[in-house]
C-alpha cells in the first residue's frame, strides 16, 4: 500500500551489521574487575567519579560510579549512600544474591527509578546520561539508580511562535520535560512514547509519540524505522533527524514540521500525527507535514472562526506576494507594461528615469541587500540587530534611491516582499519561499509573465510529486478530501469539524459524535 | 528508481534555469523608461506644399496614392515632465507631452516612421482615442483605414474613436487647464455622459468594428475645437457598409437618437409652458427605449416606446406650484411634446435626409422578424427611409427637488 | 516497470482529466470555428447536440474499454482484431496524441507571441514548454492527475469570473433571433463542435488506471458535461459580447472578448494578458495527459519502461510543433487531429465493439 518502504531497505540493513559488530561485556562477580574494565573505558577522564566502601555489616566491598556534575552528588549522600550505609547496618546479615538485591533496593525506595543491568555497556551508558550505578561485590548485576543532577531551563514563552493567545510555555532543553508538557495536555492512557537512543558516540534519547490506537500504525511503523536506520555519530538538534528521516532532500520544502509549542504538538497528535523529540534542543518534530500545515498556526483554533479563515486567506496571499511579487514586478516594468494602469506606468517611467540598470538587475540588488541585511540583524546581539535592521534598512534604501541605482518602487517592492516573507508562520517555509524568489526573479526577466507561470508549473509539478511519510505534500487540498477543506483555506467552526484529517488514514476517524 | 527521478527532475530544472540565464536582456525586454507611451493619434489630410507635391510626385506612378495619403500626428508623453512633482509648482516647466505628426500612405509605414524621429520606442499599448478629421472620415473606408489598430495586437478593442469637426491634429494641440494631457482632458469629457444627452455615446474599437462587420449604419461622436477649448457634442454619421462619413447630426439630433437607442443616463430637457411662455426645465433620471416592429403583409412600420423618469429641474412660472397636480400634468404634457418633436425633428434628420438607421432599427426587425429581414436587409438603410415610424414617450415627472412652489404666488 | 497501469487514479480524477483533455486551446476558437458554419446565433444547440454526440461515443469507448479490464486499448485490441490492424489503431491513436500536444504546444507559442511575447522566438517558447511537461510526465500518472485536480478549480473559477465580467458589455439581443433560419445550420455546426469535443477517448486508457472501473459511464458523463457547460457560457458570453458576425473575423475570439473587460478599479489596464497567462495552466493540463499517453501507448506497443519513450518523444513533438509554417496550417493541424479524434473516438470503438458482438454470436452458436 504504501511506496516508502522501497527506498531505504539498504541502508537499513548495512547499519544493522554496524551495531551488531559491537562487542558485549557482562558484568563480572569480581567488583574489581568491573571497576577496572569501567576505569579503562571511562576513567581517563577526570569528572568520572567512583566510590567505593564497604557495607559494614556483610563486609561486602561496593562502589558507586558517576560524573561529577551530571549527576547530584546531594541525592546521592542521602538517598544511596546513607540508606544504604545506616539501614543495611540496622538489619544485619543479609545472604543471597538476590535478599541483597531486594534489600538494597528497599533501602533506597525514595529513589525514584532503579533498573538493574547485567552489562557493562549499559551502565556505562547510564552514567554518561546522569545516572549512578552501583555495584556490589560477588553480584553479577548492577543497580542504575536515576540522580540527574544537570541543571534544566524553565519552560518558557517559545522565542520563535510567540502567539497573542496561547500558552505561555514552550519545550525545553530536557526531554523529560518535553514528554511531560504533553502528558498534561494529553491525558489518554493510549498515549505512548517510545524512547531510541541514536548517535554513536552522543546516544542521544529520541522520544517518539503518538497515540496508540488512533494513529495510523503503518506510518508510526515508518517513523520507527526511519529512526532506527539512522546511523550517525551524533545528533545536536532535530534538525538532524529531520534531514536524515525526510522523503526528498533535493526540495526546497520542509518535509517535516519543527515547533517549539506543545499545544500545537498535542493538537497534531490527535490528529494521528507522530511528534518525534529530541533530547536537548527545544524543537519538536511532528510528521509527515503538508503544505497546508505551514501556513496555519495553532493560534488559528484560538481565534474565532471567521478571523481565522481571513487569516488564512491572507497568508495564501502572502506567500504568492512573498514569492512573486519582485518576479511580477520585473515581468511588468520589462516587458508587459500594458498591464499597468497608465497614471501608475508613468510615474513609474518617470522613476526609473536615470536608473542604469534593467529592472531585474534592480531587483536583484535590492533582494540582496535586504537578505543580506536580515542576515545581518539575526547574527548580531539583539538590540544591536534591531538597530543595524532600521539603520540599514532606511539608509540603504534612501541612500539607494537619491543615488539612482534603484526607483523608488523598488524599494516598496523589496520592502513588501521582506515583510510578507516574514509574516508567514513557519521560518522553514519563509525560508524555502525566499529560495525560490530568485529563480522565479531570473525567468521574469527573461521570459515575462510567461516565464513566470513556467516557474509556477514547475514550482507546483514538484509539489504534487512531493511525499512526506507517504502523504502527498499538497493534501488534503489534492487529491480531493472535500470534508477536510473545512480546515485547510478556512477553518470552520469547531463545531463542524467533526472528523480528524482522512488523510492520516486514522483508525479512529471521528473526533466526535456529531 | 525514486532517487533517479528526483535527480532527472534537478536537471531539468537547471536546464531551465540556466536557459532562462541565457536569454536574459534578449527579444522582448523593454525597459519601461524607453517607452515612447502614445496616447492619442489625429488622422487627418496632408496639408503642407511639400507633402502635396509629393503626392503629386507618386500619383503620376500610381493613382491610388493620392486618395491615401494620410498625416498622423501621435501624442507622447513625457514622462519626466508628468512624473516630476516640483514643475507643477509654478516653475515654466516641460510640456507634458509632445506632439510628432508624419505623412505616409498606410499607417503601419508612419508608425515605423516614428521609431526614427523619435528617441523612445513608439508605444501603443496605452493609445486611448484616434480622433480622425472630417475630410479622411468622408472620403476613407474606416474600415480599411482602421485596420491598422483592429488587426496589431498592441491596441487595445477600448480606444476611444472620434470625429473632429475642421483638423484633427487641433485637438491634440488643445492645452487642458486641469489634466496635463489633452488626450486624458478629453476623455474625461466622455465620462459626462451622465449629465447630458447632447454628445453620442462613446463609441470604443471594438464596438465599432462590430458594427462594421455587421454592416450597420452607425454615429461616432463629434468634437470641435474652439480656440482655447475643446467640446464633445454632436455626432458623425457614418454610412453602413461603405463605412464613410455622410454627415454631421447636431446636438439635439444627436439627442434625439440618444432617445430611441435608451442610452440616456441623465440629460435636461427645455420647453415652453404654453399658458405662460416661460421656460421649464424636465431633468432625466431614467430612461428605456424599445423599438417594436411590426409587420403586416409586406408593410413594415416600427413603434419606439419609450419611457422616462425624472424630475422638475427648474420653473420660470411664477404660478408654478409643484404641489398642485393640474400643473404637473400640464408641465408633462408640455415636456413630453418637447421630447417628441425632438425625436421626431433627428429620425428625419437620419431617416429621410441621410437614409441611414443608425438607432438599431434593423437589428430590432431581424431579432423579431428573421424571415422578413431576409428579404430586405440587401439595401436595409434605402428601405428604411420609406419605412413609418411612431413614437410613444410616456413621461413621469416624479420629483421637484427640494422647494415646490415660489414665492411670488403667494403675494 | 512502469507499463502496466498499476498506478490506480479515483472517479473525480477521471473525470477532471477528460474535461482538461478537451477544452485547453480549442475553447479559445470554438465560437469561431461554430459561428464560421452556423453563421446565427444558434451555434449553442451545436454545442448541446455535439455534447450528447460526444456522449453517446463516451459510451461507446467506456463500455468497450470495460471488457478488458486491466488492460489499456494498446493491449486490448490485438485481441479483437489481430496483431496488423491493432497495430495501426494503436498508431493512430499515438499519432493523435502526438499531434494533439504538439498542437497545444505551437497553439501556445501563437498566444503568447501575440499577447505576451512578440519578439521570443517560438522554438524557446515551445521548448521551455516541452520541457516543463516532460517534467512532470516523468512522474508518472498519479503525480499528473493530482496536478490537474490541482487545476482545476482554478481553471473553473477562472471561466466563471471570465465569463462575470464579460456580462458588463453582453448584449442578449446580439443572440437572437433564435432558429431564424431553421434547424439546418445548426447541423452544419455540430461538425465543427465535435472537433472540439475530442479528449475524451482518453478513456480508451483511462478506464483501466481508474480504482472502480464500474464508475468510468459516470465519469466520462461527468467530464463531458462540464466541458459541455463551458463550452457554452463561453460561447454564449462571446457571442453575446462581440456578435456573429465579428466574432468569425477574430483569429482568437475568446482573447478578443476578454480585451473588452473592464477591470474593476482599474487596478490592471488590461485583462487579456492575465486571462492567456493563467489559462496556459489549462494549455499545460492538455498537454501533459496527451504527452503521457502517447508515451504509453509506445511503451505499452514496446513493452519497455516508459521514461525513455517519454525522453523520445520530446523532439518528434518539437518538430511536429514546428511544421506549421503558419497560423492557417496550426488550425489545420488542429482540425486535421480532431478528425482522428473523432475516428478514434467513435468509429473505432464501434468496430471493435461490433466485432466483439459478431464474435460473441459465433459462440453462441456453437
Known sequence: MFRWFK?????????????????????????????QVIYQQIGHSSDVIIRSFQIENSKLEAAVVYIDGLADEQVINDQILKPVLLELRKIGDVRGEKALRDELKRAMTTLSKIKTAQQIESCISHILSGGTVFFVDSSDEALLLSTPGWETRVPSEPTSEPYIRGAREGFVETLTDNIVLLRRRIRDPDFTVDIYKVGRRSKTDIAVAYIRGLANQELVDEVKRRIEQIDIDMIQETGYIEQLIEDNFLSPFPQVLATERPDKVAGNLLEGFVAIIVDNTPFVLIAPATLSMFLQTGEDYYERWMFSSMLRILRILISFIALFLPAIYVALVSFHQNLIPMDLMISIAANREGVPFPSLVEALIMEMTIEILREAGLRLPKPIGQAVGIVGGLVIGEAAVRAGIVSPIMVIVVALTAISSFALPEYAMGIAIRMLRFPMMLVAGALGLYGIMLGYIMINVHLVKLKSFGIDYLAPYVPYRLRNWKDLMIRAPIKKMRQRPQMMKTQDPQRKDS | MGRNRYFIGIIFAFIFLINAGIMVGCWDQTEIEDLGIIVGVAIDKPKTAEGKEEEKKESERNLSYEKHRLTVTQQFVVSQAMGSKESSAGMPSQEAYSNVASEGNTLFQIASQFSTMSSRLPYYKHLKAIIISEEIAKSLNLEQLLNFFLREPEMTRDIQVMISKGCARDVLEVKPIKERLPVLALLSLTENEK????????????????????????????????????????????????????????????EAINWILGKIEGSAVETVDKETKEFLVYEVKEQRSQIKPKVEGEKISFVVEIESEGGLGEDWLISGDAFEEAFMQRATEAIREEIVSIIYDGLTKTQKEFKVDVAGFGKQLYVQYPEVWEKVKENWDEYFSTVPVEVNVEIHVREFGMKGSKSMQHE | MNISPKDKISTVQTAISVTLLTIGVSILTVPRAITEAVKTPDGWLSILIGGLIAMAGGYLVVSLSRRFPGKTFFQYNQIVVGKTVGLLFSI????????????????????????????????????LFLTTGTYLVVGGINPIVRLLEAYFPIIMLLILIGMMSGFQKFELDNLRPVLAQGIGPVFKGVRAVLISYVGYESMLILTNFMQDPKKAFKAVFAGISISMISYLLIFVVVIGMLTVEEVQLLTWPVASASMEIEVPGGIIERFEPIFLVLWILTIYTTFVLSYYFAGLGLAQLFRKDINPFLYGLLPIMYIAAMLPPDLNAVFKMGDLNGYIGIVSGIFIPLILLGIIWIRRIGNGQK
Not at chain 2, 462590430?210 to 482655447?228: C, E, H, Q
Not at chain 2, 477649448?229 to 464613410?244: F, P, R
Open chain 3, 92 to 127: 493512430l491513436l499515438i499519432i493523435h496524441f502526438i499531434l494533439l500536444s504538439s498542437y497545444e504546444a505551437r497553439a501556445l507559442s501563437e498566444l503568447v507571441r501575440i499577447y505576451l511575447l512578440g519578439r521570443t522566438p517560438r522554438e524557446v517558447i515551445v521548448i
Open chain 1, 7 to 35: 527506498n531505504k531497505k539498504k541502508k537499513g540493513e548495512a547499519s544493522q551489521k554496524l551495531k551488531s559488530s559491537k562487542d558485549v561485556t557482562s558484568i563480572s562477580k569480581n567488583l574489581k574487575t568491573n571497576l
Open chain 2, 195 to 254: 449629465k447630458t444627452a447632447r454628445m453620442a455615446e462613446k463609441l470604443m474599437l471594438g464596438n465599432m468594428s462590430k458594427k462594421m462587420a455587421n454592416g450597420s449604419s452607425f454615429l461616432i461622436p463629434r468634437v470641435v475645437t474652439y480656440g482655447d477649448s475643446v467640446q464633445l457634442a454632436g455626432a458623425a454619421v457614418i454610412k453602413g457598409k461603405e463605412n464613410t462619413m455622410i454627415g454631421w447630426l447636431g446636438e439635439e439630433e444627436t
